[in-house]
């Protein structure tokens, strides 16, 4: 049950002056790749009805990017509107850690207020469905002490852990209601977007009908305005391929693409890009299994590969029109008020792009960091469809967006807001409201950030999946191991700015990316003392001196599929040196301090090797870890610009 709305505000207020706000999410959808085929390009108006209704109707902003990657840490980004040095987090469970990693860092309650709870201050009704991944919010099975699952593998219910969920309310800390788990993560098929997207769809098109019903007999809680999210799992089951290559849940279709090309950067040797990406490129298919095995899967079935990916865009089509067809129909007939919708997606897929790099991270290429984000207005002041093509835009812009298109003001709210919240800080994003609705031209030298610290594969047990399905987790044989990148930098960051000739000349006006990779004694596997290097089985390798900065710089308009990297480029240097600082700038100016500030965890290592190690470690004493502290300070606040 949603809390009684605040700040003096009745269940029927603001119904008419408010409205009603859908956000639409798959994940991991790129946004088309600019290497697209017009056989592509005509598969998708055919077979994408949702996504064409959303072009029609709306307005896509066409270099809108994550804000973090990959899926845990993306998410928070969207729904805080902060960064995940401030919403603290960083890590994406899955291949290299369980929920309860020492490194994994939930969204805690009470710290960064999220969408929901800005909503709920303004006395909007606020219902969440589908994946979540945010906190770790699933319930517990008594009988196995696994997630309890709400559905079985054939996408029959479990009405009685259904309604476990909905009387637990997990996510009720985090302003939303109705969120019916588990989380939709992992390899079941009872997880599988194949099962739970049409499942999703179901209930939240009942939530829908059910609302507008009771709106039309006059219900005075119905009457309030609702912020509804539907969260989508696929074309995320791609990550699944390796397991689904002898037992493909997918069955021939109309909805079949037309065969996919690889991409043109798919033999790219990485040569001059950073170390980062050839390491991660290695130790990638460790995360599932033996690594010859996996890396033979992928090569051998490239061109299946390819053609699921667009195939699930088509399976998840059709619970997204359902969704749409229930809000734009009762606006049609009057028994549904004006409504904004929005549709995105949490991250990307490099799909063997840049030398045949898979799913989304030690990287902040487009392929996956650019997403679809359209708003579209419906019923009065409907929007008409059109495309923003020269503004970058940011997924942190979405929660100041949409405050905006609720009327609401951001600073009472924030006030209101710090009373429960420890890190209620400035937000970071642009409203976007005006350019929706045509009384501001697009702002074509907005910058935008992006920052990822996510190590998937780095984590307690060094178990992969095939030692998991073996039962070998709590001591994998060396071929079942995960092997972390090796003697490379883990974290990301990197702005996407249009520079124009009077800033630079070599500027041109275009839009360039500029990507830093860099080391971080914070973050190390010891914080500030130091990290785990290699982890080859029995002698893991250790470094206590941080790397030194690598860079990538692209021209989008010339190279928009950033083969060419001119960060050494001497005709480039102005380019380079202009984003450089203007890199720290924003840096600066969108992360701020927390409140209370937030310490990595020391990682527990799995083996006895590892175990004596660190306790070896200890000796090193409080002097280098001050020292190294100390060097992580001047890391993060350099940013490789100017302080």
């Known amino acids: ?68 990657l990959a899926c845990v840490p993306s998410r928070p980004t969207l729904f805080t509107g902060q960064f995940p040095d401030l919403h603290g987090v960083t890590q994406t469970d899955g291949l290299g850690k369980r929920a309860d990693d020492s490194r994994m860092r939930w969204l805690p309650p009470g710290e960064v207020p999220t969408l929901g709870n800005w909503f709920r201050a303004l006395g909007y009704d606020t219902h969440y469905d ?101 969260s989508f799992v696929n074309p995320h089951d791609i990550v699944l391929f390796p397991g689904w290559v002898r037992r493909d849940p997918v069955q021939p279709s109309p909805l079949d693409p037309p065969p996919v090309p690889p991409a043109p950067t798919a033999r790219e040797d990485l040569a001059a890009k950073p170390a980062a990406q050839a390491a991660y490129r290695a130790a990638y298919p460790t995360g599932y299994g033996t690594a010859g095995v996996i890396d033979h899967v992928y090569e051998a079935n490239a061109q299946r590969y390819r053609d699921l990916y667009y195939r699930l865009h088509a399976e998840v089509d059709g619970p997204i029109d359902r969704v749409r067809r229930a809000v734009t129909e009762s606006v049609d007939t009057g028994t549904a008020s004006s409504t904004v919708l929005v549709r995105t997606a949490d991250h990307g897929e490099l799909l063997g792009a840049h030398g045949g790099l898979h799913q989304k991270w030690f990287n902040l290429y487009d392929e996956a960091t650019r997403v679809p984000f359209t ?34 003001d951001i600073d009472i709210l924030a006030t209101e807001l710090a009373s429960e919240f420890s890190e209620v800080h400035p937000l970071p994003g642009r409203n976007l409201m005006p350019v929706v609705d045509g009384v501001e031209p697009p ?23 095939m030692a998991r399905a073996a039962g070998l987790a709590d001591n994998p044989p060396g071929p079942m191991r995960i092997r972390v990148p090796a003697g490379v930098a883990a974290n990301f960051e990197a702005t996407v700015a249009r520079v124009e000739a009077d800033d630079v000349p070599r500027g041109a ?44 710089l692209y021209d989008l308009d010339d190279d928009p599929i950033e083969v060419e990297n001119l960060a050494s480029d001497p005709e480039a240097q102005p380019v380079f040196e202009h984003l450089r600082g203007l890199l720290a700038r924003l840096r600066r100016e969108s992360v701020p301090e927390r409140n209370r500030p937030w310490p990595y965890a020391v990682r527990r290592g799995s083996s006895p090797t590892e175990k004596r190690a660190r306790t070896v470690a200890r000796g090193l004493g409080a002097a280098a870890a001050s020292g190294l502290a100390r060097v992580s300070g001047r890391i993060r606040r350099s940013a490789g610009g100017s302080a």
């Not at 790129?30 to 209704?53: H, Q």
């Not at 835009?393 to 905006?404: E, Y």
């Open 1 to 68: 049950m949603d809390k009684p709305a605040r700040s003096g505000k009745t269940a029927g207020d603001d119904h008419r002056s408010r409205p009603d706000i859908v956000i639409i999410m798959t994940d991991q959808e790129r946004a088309p790749v600019p290497y697209e085929t017009e056989e592509l390009t005509a598969w998708r108006s055919e077979a994408l009805p949702a996504r064409r209704w959303f072009d029609d109707n709306g307005v896509s902003f066409g270099r809108h990017y994550t804000g973090s």
């Open 130 to 230: 589908g994946k979540w991944h945010i906190s770790h919010a699933d319930l517990v099975d008594p009988d196995g002490g696994r997630p309890l699952r709400t559905n079985d593998g054939e996408g029959r219910i479990l009405p009685e852990a259904v309604a476990a969920y909905l009387e637990a309310d997990p996510l009720g800390p985090y302003g939303f209601s109705g969120w019916v788990g588990p989380e939709p993560h992992g390899a079941g098929m009872a997880n599988s977007g194949l099962i739970r997207d049409p499942i999703i769809a179901d209930r939240v098109v009942a939530w829908l009908e059910d609302r507008y019903r009771r709106r039309s007999e006059g219900d005075p809680e119905a009457r309030r305005p609702f912020l509804l999210v539907a």
């Open 509 to 552: 006006g275009h839009v360039w990316k500029l990507v830093r990779t860099f080391d971080d004694p914070d973050t190390w596997t010891e914080p500030g003392v130091r990290h785990l290097a290699a982890d080859e089985p029995g002698s893991p390798q250790y470094r206590t001196e941080p790397l030194g900065d690598e860079w990538e």
């Open 443 to 465: 702002a074509s030298r907005r910058p935008v950030y992006l920052m990822t610290r996510d190590n998937i594969l780095e984590g307690d047990t060094a178990a992969s999946a």
């Open 375 to 408: 708003i579209a207005r419906v019923g009065p002041d409907a929007t008409a469809g059109r495309v923003v093509s020269d503004m970058p835009t940011s997924h942190v812009d979405l929660v100041p967006t949409l405050l905006a298109a609720a009327g609401a």
